[in-house]
């Protein structure tokens, strides 16, 4: 399975001595890799998990009644209770032998515009999105674990619901802020008020099971802010959950997740990332905090994860194998900030067999301008009798690139904050190289994989638009995320379980 080092090659005469080394030892010349990720493989059991929600062009806009800012997080450190001396009758010490310390109180998770803590900056205070920026911040700051390199935070799951209400100018075009506009019917809306933050709801992770060693929690809710959850998720109403489960000193966690599309609500995302633990983050122009105490740069690092789809979300559900997020300017410089020139690049494998390849010899526009094969042979995109088409699901260009190739098609100006270029790819032999789904169905409903994926080496591959003449970009990743993006399709339902995340970069 783990194909992590390159096989070892020796002569007969050395082989006895070799297999001893090669199986056992891994200090040689040959590939060595580390984890970028705190919590290498989901195994820790003091868990650290955030959540955090988004609105169409990813802030918070408005926070809902008595939920607080839309930033919330379960970390908890795990000790082996002893016998207190004072006790005469300890018997109940060997039925509970460990306790939480839960480090996020209820309190810090319930905290919204206005109330202050420690370390937030005046100007954000009285601001929804500064603040939900700072208070993740916060949030971290009690989450931290100490690290090498860098210390760490908290595995993120993020939500995010495309509706947009054009008519209330509340999302920058390309970066650009613009007045209202519309109606669009490109986005939905039921009306005043349709861009709301979900209700976000906490089962605090305790010890539960005979033998009080499962640990258990929960977060969930839906955005339909009239919902009835206490029967759980029934009736048309969007709903979002995610529990996870562990047993103490085994395995992995495993998360589950349920994402439920309404009829209000029919463009839902939910995904589980691996963020930055400082800078900003793949789609988010804030400081962030995260999971990834390396930034993996292409091509020198692989993911790996098990993924079982449980169910698909409908025949519109885009759902992300992997989706990496980054961010470069157009001229291949870092990103500082600046929303009108910083471009947000993402590509995702999307493994819904549903969906099939817009990018076809005839809408050349909505392909890349060109395939890179392995070997390094480049493709043109108007080459029919070469180009990979049913590899490519779209390819978008940013709104504020000068010197796109005829013809384009641009990308959503405005679900994020800035410019965004998006490349979808699709299971396809082309992708086999890097340990990617060749054909459709492969990791679907029913088949449950342990994904070992050469990211960096795909990543590196992978067209992304660049003015002429610049030099390349670094390719260097500060989310990488899994999960789905159920688009347009009321009353849908996607329930998947993530567990064995890791993130493996080569050791220079
Ligand atoms: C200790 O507790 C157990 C169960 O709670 C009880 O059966 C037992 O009698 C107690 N022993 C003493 C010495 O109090
Ligand atoms: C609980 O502990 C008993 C005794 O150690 C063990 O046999 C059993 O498998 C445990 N149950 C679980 C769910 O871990
Ligand atoms: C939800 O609404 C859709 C469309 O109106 C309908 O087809 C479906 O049966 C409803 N589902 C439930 C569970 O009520
Ligand atoms: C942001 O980028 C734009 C476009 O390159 C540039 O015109 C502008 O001066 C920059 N703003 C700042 C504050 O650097
Ligand atoms: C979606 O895919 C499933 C399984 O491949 C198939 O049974 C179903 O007919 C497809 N639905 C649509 C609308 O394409
Ligand atoms: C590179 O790979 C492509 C696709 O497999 C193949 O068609 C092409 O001939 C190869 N080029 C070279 C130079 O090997
Ligand atoms: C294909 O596109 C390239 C540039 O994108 C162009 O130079 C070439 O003439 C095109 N070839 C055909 C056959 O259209």
Redesign the pocket.
């Known amino acids: 399975m783990a194909k992590l080092r390159k096989p070892c090659r020796f002569s007969v005469v050395l082989f006895l001595v070799l297999v001893f080394l090669c199986s056992g030892w891994h200090a040689n010349a040959e590939t060595e890799y580390i984890s970028a990720a705190g919590d290498p493989g989901m195994r820790r059991d003091s868990l650290r998990l955030a959540i955090e929600s988004w609105n169409q062009c990813n802030e918070v806009g408005k926070e809902v009644p008595h939920m607080g800012s839309p930033r919330a997080a379960d970390c908890f450190d795990i000790y082996k209770a002893s016998p207190q001396s004072n006790e005469k009758n300890c018997s109940i010490c060997n039925m509970l032998p460990y306790t939480l310390v839960h480090r996020v109180t209820e309190a810090d998770n319930k905290l919204g515009v206005g109330d202050p803590f420690l370390g937030v900056q005046p100007d954000a205070l009285f601001n929804v999105d500064l603040y939900a920026a700072e208070k993740e911040l916060y949030l971290g700051s009690k989450c931290e674990v100490e690290d090498k390199p860098n210390p760490w935070q908290f595995w993120m799951i993020m939500l995010k619901s495309g509706n947009m209400d054009t008519s209330a100018a509340m999302c920058p075009k390309n970066g650009y802020k613009v007045g209202p506009f519309g109606p669009d019917n490109g986005f939905p809306c039921f009306g005043k008020g349709c861009m709301n933050q979900p209700l976000i709801y906490h089962d605090y992770t305790t010890l539960q099971g005979p033998n009080r060693t499962t640990l258990k929690g929960r977060f969930y809710g839906s955005w339909d802010l009239n919902a009835d959850l206490s029967k759980g998720s029934v009736g048309n109403i969007s709903y979002h959950s995610v529990d996870w489960k562990k047993e103490i000193g085994r395995g992995s966690w495993v998360f589950h997740h349920v994402l439920r599309t309404s009829i209000k609500y029919p463009w839902l995302m939910l995904y589980f990332r691996s963020d930055a633990t400082q800078g900003v983050s793949g789609g988010y122009h804030y400081p962030t905090r995260g999971m990834s105490k390396i930034i993996p740069g292409s091509p020198n690092f692989k993911v790996r994860f098990t993924l079982n789809v449980i169910k698909g979300g409908g025949p519109n559900s885009q759902f992300y194998l992997l989706d990496i997020g980054s961010c470069w300017k157009n001229n291949g410089q870092n990103c500082d900030g600046n929303v009108t020139s910083d471009v947000t690049r993402y590509s995702e494998m999307i493994i819904n067999p549903n969906i099939t390849s817009w990018c076809q010899p005839d809408h050349l526009g909505i392909c890349p ?1 060109y395939h890179t094969f392995p070997n390094g042979t480049r493709v ?1 995109r ?1 080459d029919t009798a070469h180009f990979p088409y049913a590899a490519y699901h779209l390819y978008c260009s940013p709104g504020n690139a000068d010197h796109l ?1 005829m013809p384009y098609t641009l990308c959503d100006p405005y679900s994020n904050p800035q410019s965004q270029e998006i490349l979808q790819i699709l299971p396809h032999p082309v992708w086999g190289e890097y340990g990617y789904p060749t054909s459709q169905g492969e990791g679907w409903i029913g088949d449950q994989r342990t994904w070992e994926l050469d990211v960096g080496r795909l990543s590196q591959s992978l067209y992304f638009y660049q003015d002429p003449g610049s030099p390349p970009a670094r390719r260097q990743w500060r989310s990488i995320d899994l999960g789905a993006e159920i688009f347009k399709d009321p009353d849908q339902v996607a329930e998947w379980t993530v567990s064995d995340f890791d993130i493996l970069v080569s050791k220079q």
């Open positions: 301008p043109l108007n190739e």
